[in-house]
């Protein structure tokens, strides 16, 4: 066979198999298109995904920094030519050309769009070299304007008004978001800040007159007893954290009662049962300790002779369940429900703000639960998850769980903490 033919058959085999190659590879665009769905269905991911990104960058304010990142998305999402989100006071945050000349008009026609609280549309606007038209539709909160959104296209028709119109409502839908984020973290501080004001009259007076009474008779004692204070104070009243750990909740707790049973001597006995396994459980701070303080000053100082406490913490299994309970007065089942509804304030504060803490971090299936009646004693219970990711970083100390000291025993009934 002539070289030609042997060159020729060869080309054919060649373009044959590109041939091949080419409709097997447009068939898979074709497949993986259809996996993308139809255009409404990627249309819709899409919005979906700018609003979600979107909304990450909102929660903190219309003034933040993050804001110029949303205010991209959301430019893309309405798909016009300019953008800006202009706060409560007048300042804009601007994606788009000519970035300065966009922030002065924005101010002026959000400010207008605030006033009224509607929709504000105006023609023929120059920016830069290009005229052009921007629509202003106010944010609005609790029926008062916080801000408004101006879009920017040439020329701004009817569906860009419908869309801003409903981006503005989207956006005044996140920064309330952010307000109940921020409410919500005021009123756990506020919480703690009452635990804080629960502890400090009652609890320190009692502390510093037992101390005074040491200083004669027996000066070590004392000096033990004002390191053992320090202790308790210098953890009940930090500035940071709203989460610790069980070893350091118990810690505080041992302090605690060191100082407790300096004032009621042989009247109080204690009982520890803990589970190494549960030490390094992360919990709200100060939500053990006021169930110990509950029981002493609720539980064993009305009643003659004083009584027992008795505090467990166990592994069970993705949970730590812990319980104080103690065999002194009691409450009454009804006094105990308007308590923990919010009511009787002053009474058993410690138990009302313990429990709603735990509903708001973990869901009200975490709420406390109390068994009591007058005359009976109080068992108190909460379990919380071991496992909570996002909860330790920047809260609570990481690493390994320092060994927790011993309550020391007042009679040979009580069980010393692991070590």
Not at 157 to 171: I, N, P
Not at 341 to 358: F, I, K, T
Not at 368 to 397: A, D, F, I, W
């Amino acid at each position: 066979m002539p070289e030609s033919m042997l060159l020729a058959a060869a080309a054919g085999v060649v373009a044959g198999v590109l041939a091949v190659g080419v409709v097997l590879l447009l068939r898979r665009i074709v497949l993986a298109s259809k996996d993308l769905g139809t255009d409404v269905e990627r249309a819709t991911y899409q919005t979906l995904h700018l609003a979600s990104r979107a909304a990450t960058h909102l929660r903190g304010g219309l003034g933040e920094p993050d804001a110029v990142r949303a205010v991209r998305h959301l430019r893309t999402l309405l798909a016009c030519d300019g953008l800006a989100i202009v706060d409560r006071s007048g300042a804009a945050t601007v994606d788009g050309d000519h970035a300065a000349a966009i922030g002065q008009v924005a101010a002026r026609l959000a400010a207008e769009a605030s006033a009224s609280g509607k929709a504000q549309v105006q023609r023929r606007i120059t920016i830069g070299e290009r005229e052009t038209d921007a629509v202003a539709a106010p944010i609005l909160t609790s029926g008062r304007a916080v801000g408004a959104i101006v879009a920017f296209a040439a020329p701004v028709r009817a569906g860009l008004v419908r869309a801003t119109g409903e981006v503005a409502d989207w956006v005044a839908a996140q920064v309330e978001l952010g307000e109940l984020d921020t409410s919500r973290a005021a009123l756990a501080e506020a919480e703690v800040r009452a635990l804080r004001a629960q502890i400090s009259p009652h609890f320190i007076y009692n502390s510093l007159n037992a101390i005074a009474s040491f200083i004669n008779t027996d000066p070590a004692q004392a000096r033990e007893l004002v390191l053992e204070f320090a202790d308790f104070t210098r953890y009940s009243f930090r500035r940071h954290g709203d989460f610790t750990t069980v070893a350091e909740e118990l810690r505080s707790i041992d302090s605690y009662l060191r100082l407790e049973r300096a004032r009621f001597g042989d009247r109080l006995k204690v009982t520890l049962q803990v589970a190494p396994e549960v030490l390094s459980t992360v919990v709200p701070f100060l939500s053990i300790q006021p169930l110990v303080e509950n029981a002493v000053r609720h539980g064993l100082e009305a009643k003659e002779g004083g009584g027992r406490i008795t505090i467990t913490a166990e592994d069970s299994g993705a949970f730590a369940e812990i319980s104080v309970e103690d065999d002194g007065a009691g409450i009454d089942p009804e006094v105990l429900a308007t308590v923990l509804a919010g009511g009787a304030p002053g009474e058993h504060v410690g138990l009302r703000n313990v429990d709603a803490r735990l509903r708001q971090v973990y869901g009200d299936e975490h709420g406390l639960v109390v068994e009591t009646n007058v005359g009976s004693g109080t068992l108190v219970r909460m379990r919380v998850p071991k496992s909570q990711p996002g909860r330790v970083g920047g809260h609570v100390r990481t690493g390994p769980v320092a060994p927790v000291a011993p309550v020391a025993p007042v009679d040979t009934d009580d069980e010393r903490m692991p070590r």
